[in-house]
């Protein structure tokens, strides 16, 4: 009944608009000096009928291929030249995708039935939610504005997204109206609003910091982010001011080259985390791999009891929503073209990768921040795993007794093929699995045995190509 009376109401709406003579209508088609574009339309809807914002993949006549967004009430307006397109619907790592093809000529309006895209994995229902740590708009060197990367979080499955231009908060009075957006309907229909988090990427000539949670770190603490002649003083004021001001600082990128990397590891202990996965290449590769195993390297510090637990952490970095990829990408032919390559066709980029933190509750900044400062984490460009020791997971203490064995529960979600399932116990691969998914799932239980106080456990995801996870510790305690 409230369906006809909203469609009566936009009836008479439009008739209005149309007699009012506020519209005005061009007939071009008898020009011949003028092209006119086809026009695609439709929407996109969860397959309980909720409006779902999601990302579209075109793939053009010519091979290329671009990552659109539908806007925030889940439709789309696409303008296409001539010819034949793929238009791949995708909503991240957690639901399904759909590829539709279609032949268009100019001057002609499409309209595509609605796209129903499937929720294969219900992340939010258990408490583990999505979000990005690490993203710049154009109010510093990213390409697109506010509202456009808002929407991209959105498309691509997050939750909670910080902006973290570089050296400036300008963005952010914009950003966290994105608070008033839903992300998502959970299964009872209720929305789940998007948390809007504020944040800063203090850049400096010996390093970049991510203040997460304060965006005017800079502005308070007067805080000079050229090199300095004493550096290591100039970093412990940034990360002591980030923590002081209330919002987490963690160390970025750390082996980055060039100017962006990060050499005081003296210093590690006055930060909150560390970002061991930026950008495109999982930890198991190039200089992500370096920050992995120096991070295990802290975790056995920690152990020794020499250093506080420093958390991992993960950011895209990204500076582009579009994603925009040439034909000539999908030969591959460089690693770098392979793995965005991988990542669109995969129909997870961008925003990946992405924290998937755990929350007890209604989701709330507050339970966002104390969830990433703990370590109740694990960093994902796609699966999606849950470990726990009776019931301890990432971030948290098992309280050993006498025994000298514990049993590791493993929930894994995957819609790609998942090549290995490893174990780490103190830095080390104590235990390799192959799980075979059943229905993109995997369930397990894994007795470790000779274990002891002070032990920690990492749980890593190697996917086919470019799908992997890594985790927080959880600890023995
Ligand atoms: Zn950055």
């Known amino acids: 009944m409230k369906k006809i009376l909203i469609g009566v109401l936009l009836l008479i709406s439009f008739v209005l608009v149309g007699c009012s003579g506020g519209i005005t209508t061009e007939d071009n088609s008898g020009t011949d000096n003028l092209t006119f574009p086809a026009t695609v339309k439709g929407r996109v809807l969860s397959g309980a009928g909720d409006m779902l914002t999601a990302g579209i993949i075109i793939t053009y006549p010519n091979g290329d291929m671009e990552r659109v967004n539908t806007n925030i009430l889940s439709g789309y307006t696409l303008y296409l030249e001539e010819g034949e397109y793929t238009l791949t619907f995708s909503r991240g790592m957690d639901y399904s995708t759909k590829s539709v093809t279609i032949n268009v000529e100019n001057y002609k309006t499409y309209y ?128 002591q001011e980030i923590v002081r001001s209330g919002a987490i600082s963690t160390i970025n990128h750390p082996f980055a080259t060039s100017v962006l990397g990060f050499n ?67 030969d591959r032919s460089t690693d770098d073209k392979a793995y ?48 726990a020791i009776e019931g301890m997971i990432y971030g948290e203490t098992y309280a050993l007794g006498q025994e000298t064995f514990v049993d590791i529960n493993l929930d894994l979600f995957s819609q790609d093929e998942i090549l290995e399932l490893r174990i780490i116990k103190n830095g080390e691969i104590i235990e390799t699995i192959v799980p075979m998914l059943d229905g993109y799932r995997y369930q397990n239980t894994i007795r470790i045995d000779n274990v002891s106080l002070g032990d920690w456990f990492v749980i890593e995801i190697i996917g086919d190509y470019t799908a992997y996870a890594i985790t927080n510790p959880i600890f023995l305690g």
């Open 264 to 330: 005081y590891w003296d210093l590690a202990g006055d930060f909150d985390g560390i970002e061991i996965w930026n950008g495109l290449y999982p930890t198991n590769r190039n200089e992500n791999a370096k920050a992995r195993d120096k991070w295990f390297e802290l975790l056995e510090e920690y152990r020794a009891g020499n250093l506080k637990f420093l958390p991992a952490t993960c950011g895209a970095d990204n500076h582009d929503i579009t994603g925009y990829y040439k034909a000539a990408y999908a």
């Open 112 to 239: 595509i039935d609605d796209v129903r895209l499937n929720q294969l994995y219900d992340g939010a229902s258990m408490g583990w939610y999505l979000g990005a740590l690490h993203q710049h708009t154009s109010f510093s060197d990213g390409k697109q504005g506010v509202e456009d990367v808002l929407v991209s979080n959105i498309s691509s499955g997050l939750h909670f997204g910080y902006l973290t231009d570089h050296n400036t908060a300008a963005g952010l009075a914009e950003w966290v109206q994105g608070s008033r957006l839903v992300s998502e309907f959970d299964s009872a229909g209720n929305p789940i609003y998007f948390v809007a988090m504020r944040g800063v990427e203090i850049t400096t000539d010996y390093g970049h910091f991510q203040s997460l949670g304060v965006g005017n770190v800079l502005e308070q603490a007067d805080i000079n982010p050229i090199k300095g002649d004493v550096p290591i003083d100039e970093i412990r004021e940034i990360a």
């Open 340 to 387: 965005k390559d991988d990542y669109l066709r995969r129909g997870v980029y961008n925003n990946m990768p992405s924290l998937a933190v755990y929350v007890d509750g209604e989701l709330t900044e507050e339970k966002i921040h104390n969830a990433i400062l703990n370590g109740n984490s694990y960093l994902t460009n796609g699966p999606r795993i849950i470990a």
